[in-house]
């Protein structure tokens, strides 16, 4: 995985795994109806020192597999508006720009790759702060089988085939 702190406070992740998702916006016991996430995975320490350090709200707990690892995770906001995001998913040769609407399937997902551009809104309330990543635009590489990839190539250009 590999980190950009790029102007404007814009997080550039290029190769990153995601956890947590939630692309439907589906309610559960940790997530409000409607509200869309997930959470990029911060491998190592020195990255969330230096993610801290700029001011991005990680989280750590200890791993479910091994209780003296930590697990360290960005978590991330999805608000579909006139600023984005913009999220593609590549499968085979083709790549589809996907909607409010069609999100929702990166949830199921085979991913192999995941590149994407994190923005920062700085807030306060009641004297409290904090910083929410929100997701600007990404691109999901998807791994797919050849029976999908043939289905993929008989498919209308553009259009998702399911």
């Given at each position: 995985?590999?980190?950009?702190?790029?102007?404007?406070?814009?997080?550039?992740?290029?190769?990153?795994?995601?956890?947590?998702?939630?692309?439907?916006?589906?309610?559960?016991?940790?997530?409000?109806?409607?509200?869309?996430?997930?959470?990029?995975?911060?491998?190592?320490?020195?990255?969330?020192?230096?993610?801290?350090?700029?001011?991005?709200?990680v989280k750590a707990k200890p791993s479910r597999s091994d209780p003296d690892d930590i697990f360290r995770f960005l978590p991330v906001k999805i608000k579909f508006n006139d600023r984005g995001p913009a999220i593609y998913m590549a499968m085979?040769?083709?790549?589809?720009?996907?909607?409010?609407?069609?999100?929702?399937?990166?949830?199921?997902?085979?991913?192999?790759?995941?590149?994407?551009?994190?923005?920062?809104?700085?807030?306060?309330?009641?004297?409290?702060?904090?910083?929410?990543?929100?997701?600007?635009?990404?691109?999901?590489?998807?791994?797919?089988?050849?029976?999908?990839?043939?289905?993929?190539?008989?498919?209308?250009?553009?259009?998702?085939?399911?």
């Amino acid at each position: 995985m590999d980190i950009t702190f790029a102007p404007k406070g814009i997080l550039q992740i290029d190769d990153a795994r995601i956890v947590y998702r939630n692309f439907a916006g589906e309610a559960s016991a940790y997530n409000r109806e409607g509200d869309r996430n997930f959470a990029v995975v911060i491998e190592t320490e020195e990255q969330e020192k230096a993610l801290v350090a700029e001011g991005w709200n990680v989280k750590a707990k200890p791993s479910r597999s091994d209780p003296d690892d930590i697990f360290r995770f960005l978590p991330v906001k999805i608000k579909f508006n006139d600023r984005g995001p913009a999220i593609y998913m590549a499968m085979g040769d083709k790549e589809v720009k996907l909607s409010e609407a069609n999100v929702k399937l990166l949830d199921k997902a085979d991913i192999a790759r995941v590149d994407l551009d994190i923005r920062p809104y700085d807030w306060e309330v009641n004297r409290k702060t904090g910083r929410s990543a929100y997701l600007s635009a990404m691109r999901v590489v998807c791994n797919i089988s050849r029976f999908e990839l043939a289905h993929m190539e008989q498919a209308a250009e553009g259009e998702l085939p399911f």
